[in-house]
């Protein structure tokens, strides 16, 4: 079954504190793979788009890279306001255009 | 990022009843999307449309809900006849020229079923 598996599940990290988010995937035909984050009862924001192993983008603090089995999303130093939830999502070649998303990381920096 | 809008932002209705959301497209942009979320859980996708058509849609998308343009502006939800289950926050999605291009995402429009 095609999945979409991200950890942790939380995380807790103090201003500075540097850390890693986990996308792991099992999908037939990678089309792409998206991160968002998500304020509580907002919609999602987009981050970042990557579609090949190897690809790597970088905004700000954070920075994206994929691999043929996961992606990662690199937090360096991060802020208080960088507390939210940060979402994972496939789109498949097989499935058109949807995106299956992850459960998410909920991710909290205190000052 | 490009802005979508949704309307209303929170709707409570009665079980039985039927409900119309709504989002305003961006410019341009081609593929539209809904999405739900249920409290505490996943995004989950409900269906895609282009070309003032449905171009896929998930095991939810029963009978009972319906997308359509009705003037070329306005991308509509409609839930016939409402169930405490359909109780969740709905997105509205778009993406512009490519099914591989980034999908954006409304603010969410919350909806109680009562």
């Known amino acids: 079954e095609d999945q979409v598996t991200q950890s942790p599940e939380a995380l807790r990290l103090q201003e500075g504190e540097s850390s890693s988010l986990n996308c792991s995937y099992t999908v037939s035909g990678l089309r792409g793979l998206f991160w968002y984050r998500q304020d509580p009862g907002k919609g999602p924001e987009f981050l970042f788009t990557?579609?090949?192993a190897g690809e790597e983008k970088e905004k700000e603090r954070l920075k994206a890279t994929l691999t043929k089995k996961e992606s990662f999303l690199h937090i360096t130093a991060p802020k208080p306001e960088d507390s939210a939830t940060y979402l994972c999502?496939?789109?498949?070649?097989?499935?058109?255009?949807?995106?299956?998303f992850g459960e998410g990381t909920q991710l909290t920096v205190n000052p | 990022e490009p802005e979508v809008t949704q309307t209303p932002s929170h709707q409570v209705t009665q079980m039985g009843q039927e409900v119309i959301l709504r989002c305003v497209p961006i410019s341009n942009h081609l593929y539209f999307y809904w999405y739900r979320q249920i409290l505490g859980q996943k995004v989950e996708f409900l269906v895609s449309f282009y070309n003032n058509e449905i171009s896929e849609k998930s095991e939810i998308f029963d009978d009972q809900f319906s997308v359509e343009r009705p003037d070329g502006s306005n991308f509509t939800l409609k839930i016939r006849s409402t169930k405490l289950e359909d109780s969740a926050m709905y997105f509205c999605?778009?993406?512009?020229?490519?099914?591989?291009?980034?999908?954006?995402f409304g603010p969410g429009t919350r909806l109680t079923v009562l």
């Open positions: 999502a496939v789109s498949q070649e097989t499935s058109g255009s949807r995106l299956t």
């Open positions: 990557l579609y090949s």
């Open positions: 999605a778009m993406a512009g020229t490519s099914v591989t291009t980034a999908q954006f």
